[in-house]
Structures are given as structure tokens and as C-alpha cells.
């Protein structure tokens, strides 16, 4: 079966800009995660969909991000205006549902100017 | 939030030798995954615990669910080159693997 889809790969931008991400999850599954991974930390949860509806978002910083599946399939994670701290790669994983494993994308690399 | 402490945070061995690290948490999870990272790639589940002293392998690696709730370890026998990356422990609180914490990560090089 075809993997977690991800792009762009990678994206350079400069302070205050604004950058989106897609991803399009393993096909059937329900649940789409986005995280954030800081270079040289671990993954950490920025918000959980289940179909298209959040099931979590506590860790999103709201201010700045914002995240849709209006139709339950793809996903856009978006950055609006983009600050240094930021950059990080932003990875989109999914499962059948909230109690099955967590299949990972390759992610989005992004570098802040 | 919860936090989990991996160590150690990085390691250099032989080829050959054998490889542990450990995960431990000030909270209780009623899950334990672990996952290892390739440079530009996601991070891919290799074993994950569900029970408290659970044991399980997958091929040369083991991992065990420690009696706590608070921590894991992770063993690899018998490395080889390919096992060079960065390796995850993560935890989830609920019954669901939803919401995962994440430890920081062991960085494992193998010399030939």
C-alpha cells in the first residue's frame, strides 16, 4: 500500500511569511495526526483529526497555526506569519483509528530566514 | 506535560555488539512504543508494549514494558551497519495510540 504523502519536501521562507503544508494519509485511514520535530527532539503532537473533525489541537499554538481536512482524506497544515522558532521539520502521520499504529510520512523540512 | 527522559542520548559501538537503552517518565503510560528515524525520513514503528512487564522481540531487537508504567527498555543484539539512526521511545496515556509523548532519542552509530 502506498505510504503517508507529503509536501513540498522542503521550504525556505523568510520571517513573517506565511507557508502551508498537505499531506494525504494512507488510504481508509481515519485518523490523521500533524507533529512538529525541532532538530535534535523528538516528534511532539500538534493536533489530531478524526475524520474531519479535532480531536486534539491543545498543542497547536493557535495565534499562528491552523490546520483543516475538510473532507476527511487530505490535510493542510498552514503557518500564518511564520516565525524563526518554526523551523523544524512537520511530519503527518495516520491510523485506521486513534487505537491502531501511527504510520509516518517522510515530512516537511522547514528552514526560516 | 508529561515529559520522558531517553538515554543514553547518543552511542557509538562496534559492529557486532550488543545495544541498550532506556525511556523512563514521572507519569504512568498504558502504552509503550519504539520507533527509529532515518535521516530525512519519518520515524518507523518497530516494537510497541501494551501490558506492564511485557516482553516482546522483533527479530534481534527486545523491548520490555516495565513493571511501573514508567519506563522501557529497549536491547538490539548483534548490531550491524543498518541499524545506524535515531531511535524513539514514545508513550501514550490513554487507551488509544492518539496522543503520543515522545523521548528525545538515542542517536546509535555502528562502526564497520
Known amino acids: 500500500e502506498a505510504g503517508v504523502a507529503q509536501s513540498p519536501r522542503y521550504k525556505i521562507i523568510e520571517k513573517r511569511q506565511s507557508v502551508a503544508f498537505w499531506c494525504n494519509p494512507i488510504?481508509?485511514?481515519?485518523?490523521l495526526y500533524w507533529y512538529q520535530q525541532i532538530l535534535g527532539q523528538g516528534p511532539k503532537l500538534l493536533i489530531q483529526?478524526?475524520?474531519?473533525?479535532?480531536?486534539?489541537d491543545s498543542q497547536l499554538p493557535k495565534d499562528r497555526f491552523s490546520a483543516e481536512r475538510l473532507k476527511g482524506v487530505d490535510s493542510t497544515l498552514k503557518i500564518q506569519p511564520a516565525k524563526l522558532e518554526d523551523s523544524a521539520v512537520y511530519l503527518c502521520?495516520?491510523?485506521?483509528?486513534?487505537?491502531?499504529?501511527?504510520?509516518f510520512g517522510d515530512g516537511t523540512r522547514l528552514s526560516i530566514l | 506535560g508529561q515529559q520522558l527522559n531517553q538515554s543514553p542520548q547518543s552511542m557509538f559501538i562496534q559492529e557486532g555488539e550488543d545495544v541498550s537503552m532506556n525511556c523512563t517518565s514521572s507519569?504512568?503510560?498504558?502504552?509503550w512504543l519504539w520507533y527509529k528515524q532515518d535521516p530525512g525520513e519519518g520515524p518507523v514503528l518497530l516494537i510497541a508494549?501494551?501490558?506492564?512487564?511485557e516482553l516482546t522481540s522483533n527479530g534481534r531487537l527486545t523491548a520490555q514494558f516495565g513493571i511501573t508504567r514508567k519506563d522501557s527498555f529497549l536491547n538490539i543484539s548483534a548490531s550491524i551497519p543498518s541499524d545506524v539512526g535515531i531511535y524513539f521511545c514514545?508513550?501514550?496515556?490513554?487507551?488509544?495510540?492518539?496522543?503520543?509523548?515522545f523521548g528525545q532519542g538515542t542517536i546509535l552509530t555502528v562502526h564497520p
Open positions: 502521520a495516520s491510523s485506521l483509528s486513534g487505537s491502531q499504529p501511527q504510520h
Open positions: 488510504s481508509g485511514h481515519a485518523t
Open positions: 483529526f478524526q475524520n474531519n473533525g479535532v480531536v486534539d
Open positions: 507519569s504512568i503510560f498504558n502504552t
Open positions: 508494549l501494551y501490558k506492564a512487564g
Open positions: 514514545a508513550g501514550a496515556g490513554g487507551t488509544s495510540y492518539g496522543k503520543l509523548t
